[in-house]
């Protein structure tokens, strides 16, 4: 019966975004996957994409923004207490995300002495961390960190130990409690304080031996940090100075756990939680460490090198977040231009708006090929060509792709109208969301900065690369384009640091499309090199495309929610 309230119908309403298969319905993300080595996990990536594409897990990702956690200082008596508490909504992303293994499945070779890495295990986390970050984003930023921690972990052999059958588990455990009572591990990490995040060698967090030192000794620990994030981790990767006095001291990696081997709770105090503008079911608290206990993960002075282990990792998971938010920005606008008709008309077949969702499916395209790329090169690190690539394309892609995603996420926001901007449906919360994975981990000049120190340190390593880059380049007139800006740049190194950023996106634009060239469908390649190498596209999206075949490009990137 009809609402005596009601004066009309709803018409005109794109039906919404939800029980979509997120990987049958990406076929960019398919083809990546297969081509870059992770095609035997096509089923479980399957089942995967169908979980966190569900309505109950979009909704879940929702409720786990809208309601934050809440820092809890102190009991009713006054008691320290140091807590987060979450939503349930946030602790069932967690789960769902460690049951597929994001948080360590890369290291499960670990659990046997002698096996080998799995063919492929970092494509097909990949797949799975690029697919949860779309159902949630702010868990992602606890299960990459936990994951990239093992590697600098096992620096420490006992320490190690101790701690990998825990991380292993895919057993999500909530609880605040001793690790050695718990199902599985969370591990944070911590090197940004007040005065200088990127420059950790100002640290002042200062950590004295207990006896004596080393590696896998205890120390305590007094100072701060300005981030730490998901702070209910059950042990934190810290950067701390040791001072000289000791022998030989410096800045040194640590593992600081929540919980002391005695049961009591570590002296983490949280001070406050950042009030973020995006990243809002994470929690990311500013604390002090009161004479808190931990142990030595590095060499004393060694710290910076064992913690590049760990970002190296995360570096990597930024580009494979931000690559999947776009694709959920993207699949969003074209579902709603597919559905909602203007001036008699389908949105999608207006022929302006054509060119702004083909042009924004090639940056999609181009995010995909780099970070899929890029896994692969982590998953044959054995190959000096590959480990190569992983070195140099590393600042890169994190660079390019975080940098594209934040322009992108507002021009794909704009396909809903009105809609894109209130917080009833995703867009709002993307748009917010994606400028961190630009910042943290490593903010665009100094991914820039850090490319230069390999030209600068590891020649060779670059010359492998750029010549395989020219090479797979060679015969396309637009990616001959890039290259020869590239070379360009190159020519000229006593200007270098100022050209940084121009040199690590022609590197970015370059690489993405000699994979679309050798892999991608030709409408694809062909208008991703003019546009982005060969210098037809604008400042702002749906220019130069007026050539290129748009329709197959949507076609290509429609999120169809009848493929689910
Ligand atoms: C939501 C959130 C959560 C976080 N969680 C954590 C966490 O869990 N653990 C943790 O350790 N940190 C965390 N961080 C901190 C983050 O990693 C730092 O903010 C980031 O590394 C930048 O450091 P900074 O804020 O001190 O800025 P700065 O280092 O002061 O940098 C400011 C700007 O200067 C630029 N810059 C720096 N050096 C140079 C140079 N030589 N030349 C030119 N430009 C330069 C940078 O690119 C940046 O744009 C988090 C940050 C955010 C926003």
Redesign the pocket.
Known sequence: MTSPYSTHEVANQSPPFEDVNLFTSDRALQEAVSREGGGHAVKQLNAFGLTCGSAEAFEQGRLANENPPKLRTHDQKGHRLDVVEYHPAYHACMETSFAQGLHSGVWAHLATPGEAQRPGANVVRAAGFYMAAQMEAGHC?PVT?TNAAVPSLMMAPALASEWLPRILSRSYDLRFAPAESKASAVI?????EKQ????VRANTTVAEPVNGGGVGGEYVLTGH??????PMSDAFLVLAQVPSASGGGGLTCFLLPRFLPDGSVNAIRLQRL?D?LG?RS?A?AEVEFVRAHAWAVSEEGRGIAAIMEMVTFTRLDCAVASAGLMRLALANAIHHAEHRSVFQKRLIDQPLMGQVLADLALDVEGAVALSFRLARAFDRSQDPRAAAWARLMTPVTKYYVCKTAAAFSAEAMECLGGNGYVEDGMMARIYREIP?NA????????MA?DVLRVLQREPDVAAMVIDELEQSARGDRHLGVAHAKLDAILREPRHLDTRARALVEQLAILAAGVVLRAHGPSFVADAFAATRAGGLSGRTYGQGLDWADTGAILARASPSLDRA
């Open positions: 930023c960190m944070g990490m911590g090197m940004t200088g995040g990127t420059d940090k300005w981030f730490l994030s998901a950042k973020k990243n994470n990311s961190v910042i943290w981990e490593g903010s665009g000049n100094v900065l």
